[in-house]
T-cell receptor
């Protein structure tokens, strides 16, 4: 079984400031890791994913995440946020099969202040 | 890129009626589709896994007779909320796993359907 914990339900930051959204996971099997973004009243958009290889993964919109196996973490970062980054962010895991279900964290609401 | 559509995008119905939501993979075949429910300001909770040509697998606590899932073809899965009540009001999202895809393939999400039961 897998589970995902997002430590912060809300993260307010000022525009152009850096941000880190934290994510920890647990799993009895090897998993792939994902970050999704959901803008108000919309579906999910994949930001980035970790499958294997380099532990630093770069995604869309200037986001990146680092996989840390020993700490079972997959924190999301952006060096300078914009108003348009205001959204809900979900960390997720999935077992290796592409037909496996995705387990989502509870989400982190990122609010950007001008 | 791969596209998944959902229809309708929003629906309002009276309590006691049934509502059908469609999930289609537009440019790929999907052996497996998933249905999620998202309450306001909450995360996505998996309701069921839908496999083409077989019965859906429901998560614990999800009523099979209330949420009917049919995956009749490799590009279409439907979720029918039977005898809907106000507590069923939610955002329903589907995702699709490409047929024959590699283990690293991404699942693709639909845009969601907002159901409001009066």
């Amino acid at each position: 079984a897998q589970s995902v914990t997002q430590l912060d339900s809300q993260v307010p930051v000022f525009e152009e400031a850096p941000v880190e959204l934290r994510c920890n996971y647990s799993s009895s099997v090897s998993v792939y890791l994902f970050w999704y973004v959901q803008y108000p009243n919309q579906g999910l958009q994949l930001l980035l994913k970790y499958l294997s290889g380099s532990t630093l993964v770069k995604g869309i919109n200037g986001f990146e995440a680092e996989f840390n196996k020993s700490q079972t973490s997959f924190h999301l970062r952006k060096p300078s946020v914009h108003i348009s980054d205001t959204a809900e962010y979900f960390c997720a895991v999935r077992a290796y099969s592409s037909a496996s279900k995705i387990i989502f964290g509870s989400g982190t609401r990122l609010s950007i202040r001008p | 890129g791969a596209v998944v559509s959902q229809h309708p995008s929003w629906v309002i119905c009276k309590s006691g009626t049934s509502v059908k939501i469609e999930c289609r993979s537009l440019d790929f075949q999907a052996t497996t589709m998933f249905w999620y429910r998202q309450f306001p300001k909450q995360s996505l909770m998996l309701m069921a896994t839908s496999n083409e040509g077989s019965k859906a697998t429901y998560e614990q606590g999800v009523e099979k007779d209330k949420f009917l899932i049919n995956h009749a073809s490799l590009t279409l899965s439907t979720l029918t909320v039977t005898s809907a009540h106000p507590e069923d009001s939610s955002f329903y999202i589907c995702s699709a796993a490409p047929r024959g895809g590699a283990s690293t393939d991404t699942q693709y999400f639909g845009p969601g359907t907002r159901l409001t039961v009066l």
